[in-house]
């Protein structure tokens, strides 16, 4: 049987190690790099570099999104002093994912998911009720998971070690940097 095609969100490099190695497992992925999230524009360049490398080290095709800042900073206006974690976050995810889903419609995969459930400081309810409501309007399945479940984040901060990736140190907006 053909693998399907999935288009795995990513918005890091160590967050895409554990994913894409459990992953690869039962799909035909392909890695999405779209974080307008990130700030600045320099720190963006050097994720999505070494998410880049990452993926193609590991034999995993890559497709960048547009780093739609403006937009995204738009989209979170009036959240900029909420706590991480809260409104602002839920904003992002469903930004992100929405963008991510569209790109999977356009380019033919089914389903999408995402890396953002990896991290220890993201609700995976939160995140799979996101994706769920976004795969409910644009008909491309979202795979509910949480990554970090069963060691996974622990495993992708020793794969991340292992591969000297880069690993930041703050979320990705201007107001997670503060
Ligand atoms: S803290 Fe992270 S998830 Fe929350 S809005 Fe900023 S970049 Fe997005």
Redesign the pocket.
């Known amino acids: 049987m053909t693998a399907q095609k999935l288009m795995l969100h990513v918005c890091c490099a160590p967050c895409s190690t554990h994913v894409i190695e459990k992953l690869r497992e039962d799909y035909d992925l392909t890695c999405y790099f779209y974080?307008p999230?990130?700030h600045p524009e320099e720190e963006y360049r050097r994720r999505l570099e070494e998410a880049r490398d990452y993926c193609g080290s590991q034999g995993i095709a890559f497709v960048e999104g547009e780093y739609d800042a403006s937009e995204w900073l738009e989209a979170?206006k009036g959240?900029e002093e909420?706590a991480?974690?809260?409104e602002?976050?839920k904003?992002?995810?469903e930004f992100?994912l929405k963008n991510t889903a569209e790109a999977a419609r356009r380019l033919g995969f089914d389903p999408f998911t995402t890396t953002?459930t990896l991290s220890p400081h993201?609700k995976a309810d939160v995140i799979n009720e996101i994706g769920r409501q976004i795969g409910a309007r644009t008909g491309i399945r979202f795979l509910e998971e949480d990554f970090k479940k069963m060691d996974g984040f622990k495993r992708s901060v020793q794969m991340s070690k292992d591969h000297g990736l880069y690993r930041q140190s703050?979320?990705?907006?201007?107001?997670?940097k503060r």
């Open positions: 974080g999230n990130i979170v959240h909420d991480e974690g809260g602002r976050c904003i992002c995810y992100r953002l993201k703050y979320c990705g907006c201007e107001f997670s």
